[in-house]
T-cell receptor, first 116, second 111 residues
Framework: EAQVTQNPRYLITVTGKKLTVTCSQNMNHEYMSWYRQDPGLGLRQIYYSMNVEVTDKGDVPEGYKVSRKEKRNFPLILESPSPNQTSLYFC???????????????FGSGTRLTVV | QQPVQSPQAVILREGEDAVINCSSSKALYSVHWYRQKHGEAPVFLMILLKGGEQKGHDKISASFNEKKQQSSLYLTASQLSYSGTYFCGTDLSGSARQLTFGSGTQLTVLP
């Protein structure tokens, strides 16, 4: 089954304790992205990647890191989590199109992170 | 800049129609529409590319007015399964690398 898999689904952690949220897709998609979702604010992009070793900042990158060493994986790293990073996180992937083509995103099931 | 969706919420009876609007202050290349049910991931519905085309998916269709930088999602003869939050995502570049999503429209369909 074509899918984007995120782990863990739920995570409670303490301020300052480094954590990694994993994301993996089995559709051979070039493009992957991380979003956070907060009430009333919709989905805001954190980082995106157009292919292996190619990553770029989204709208809210502060406090996050990413890496893309393999095409299928795109982990999100919080080096020193703070309470304002408590949120619902989604990973998404898509075929990458040059200007003139567009493809829909496939989202993972989400990771609900609480930082206390 | 985040697109503006309206209305923020709508309640319908089964069989009624609804329209959800998505407006941007910047020129758009494309608009994506997604539906998210409570506790689940957003699911892709359709993409509208500039050129004013209209698309359909079952009884859900959408239009894109390039001159107004606006897209509308039409839900016809709504079913209970249509309930959820609808998001538009706007693309300025043409490659959908940075979709900017609206804050969502919560649609509730009652029996």
């Amino acid at each position: 089954e074509a899918q984007v898999t995120q782990n863990p689904r739920y995570l409670i952690t303490v301020t300052g304790k480094k954590l990694t949220v994993t994301c993996s897709q089995n559709m051979n998609h070039e493009y992957m992205s991380w979003y956070r979702q907060d009430p009333g604010l919709g989905l805001r992009q954190i980082y995106y990647s157009m292919n292996v070793e190619v990553t770029d900042k989204g709208d809210v990158p502060e406090g996050y890191k990413v890496s893309r060493k393999e095409k299928r994986n795109f982990p999100l790293i919080l080096e020193s989590p703070s309470p304002n990073q408590t949120s619902l996180y989604f990973c998404a992937s898509s075929l990458y199109g040059d200007r003139g083509t567009n493809y829909g995103y496939t989202f993972g099931s989400g990771t609900r992170l609480t930082v206390v | 800049q985040q697109p503006v969706q309206s209305p923020q919420a709508v309640i319908l009876r089964e069989g009624e129609d609804a329209v959800i609007n998505c407006s941007s202050s910047k020129a758009l290349y494309s608009v994506h529409w997604y539906r998210q049910k409570h506790g689940e991931a957003p699911v892709f519905l359709m993409i509208l590319l500039k050129g004013g085309e209209q698309k359909g998916h079952d009884k859900i269709s959408a239009s894109f007015n390039e001159k107004k930088q606006q897209s509308s999602l039409y839900l016809t003869a709504s079913q209970l399964s249509y309930s959820g939050t609808y998001f538009c995502g706007t693309d300025l570049s043409g490659s959908a690398r940075q979709l900017t999503f609206g804050s969502g429209t919560q649609l509730t369909v009652l029996p």
